[in-house]
């Protein structure tokens, strides 16, 4: 069973086919929208040293490598060098110390994945899982930019897969917003049902062939349809690079609400479930939080964090929280 909210009789699903798709936020974002987030952004870290109670620090922190060191010279050792920097063979070998010199890395790559596929329009409280997911996007390209690196992405639906090579251009920072918008837009309820919808491991298999070490990946989706290649992949990806994920989920998905029939459909066959039945409930519960253990699984398995957001708050403060900028809530969705 899939999320669709286009074909669900519940929150903000009921009232997107009666709006104009442009008119509502919360259903559908707009280019100037994503660019007013640009100030909130530069509150926000992707790198290593992050707070104390940032979801990067911890007992399952990741082995997020930062920015990598390029090789400079070799040369005589000066008072006030750093000992640890001292190649010992040389100095061994000339009878004189010397040193390696490094370099930071100026210019990381970074890839966002960003899901806008059918099962991501779906929300009941505050927005789309599909607007949450482009509000999350569009901060992490300006802050990843403001830091000087590279940002570029993959943005897929159900029929649209769109590519934007990585640069530290603001040109590419244009050309991900607008992807974004109009992979958003796509999403209506009259939308034609696709026999074929792109499968997560889709995009995941076209970055393993783009990154192939040393980028900082980040994966905002609600990892619909994950299965044994998924985790493949992302314990592949998570080897030679940075990985984050961002799982996106919905209040409802922890808090089915009783005695409610809801209408799904796979766009041909639609069938009719009452929660007021516990089984019923007891079903759907376990459904909707499957996939998150599963991911929250990786965290452990691959020292992966994992930043979960919800359509059910702001995005900005989600992530200020995660990160260890914002105040902790007192709980979250699941």
Excluded at 15 to 39: C, F, I, W, Y
Excluded at 146 to 155: A, K, S, T
Aim: proline share 5%; net charge positive.
């Amino acid at each position: 069973m899939r999320d669709r909210a286009a074909r669900t009789r519940t929150g903000l699903s009921a009232n997107a086919a009666a709006s104009d798709r442009s008119s509502d936020p919360r259903v559908h974002v707009t280019v100037s929208q994503l660019r007013a987030l640009e100030n909130s952004a530069r509150s926000l870290r992707f790198l290593p040293r992050q707070p104390v109670s940032s979801v990067f620090n911890g007992r399952h922190a990741s082995r997020l490598r930062g920015r990598g060191l390029n090789f400079e010279e070799l040369r005589g050792y000066l008072p006030g060098d750093d000992p640890r920097t001292i190649d010992w063979k040389v100095t061994a070998r000339t009878g004189e110390p010397h040193i390696r010199v490094f370099s930071e890395e100026r210019d990381r790559p970074a890839l966002l994945v960003v899901d806008q596929r059918m099962s991501m329009f779906f929300g009941t409280r505050h927005a789309m899982k599909s607007v949450t997911a482009a509000e999350a996007a569009a901060l992490a390209a300006f802050r990843i930019l403001d830091q000087g690196d590279r940002v570029g992405g993959l943005i897929f639906g159900d029929a649209l897969v769109a590519e934007i090579k990585p640069k530290a251009s603001r040109s590419a920072r244009d050309q991900l917003i607008a992807a974004l918008v109009r992979a958003n837009q796509m999403l209506h309820a009259d939308a034609a049902f696709s026999d074929n919808p792109t499968p997560l491991n889709l995009p995941l298999s076209k970055v393993a062939k783009i990154a192939r070490r040393g980028f900082l990946i980040v994966v905002i989706s609600d990892f619909d349809g994950i299965d044994a290649k998924t985790t493949r992949l992302i314990g592949d990806l998570s080897r030679h690079n940075d990985l984050v994920l961002c799982p996106v989920t919905d209040p409802v998905s922890g808090d089915i609400p009783k005695n409610t029939k809801l209408v799904v459909s796979n766009g041909d066959l639609q069938a009719e479930l009452d929660t007021g039945s516990g089984d019923v409930r007891k079903r759907l519960t376990e459904f909707a939080s499957g996939r998150l253990n599963e991911v929250l699984s990786w965290q452990k398995r691959f020292g992966i964090p994992v930043l979960p957001l919800s359509a059910g708050e702001d995005t900005v403060p989600q992530i200020q929280r995660l990160t260890g900028i914002g105040p902790r809530s007192s709980g979250r969705d699941r």
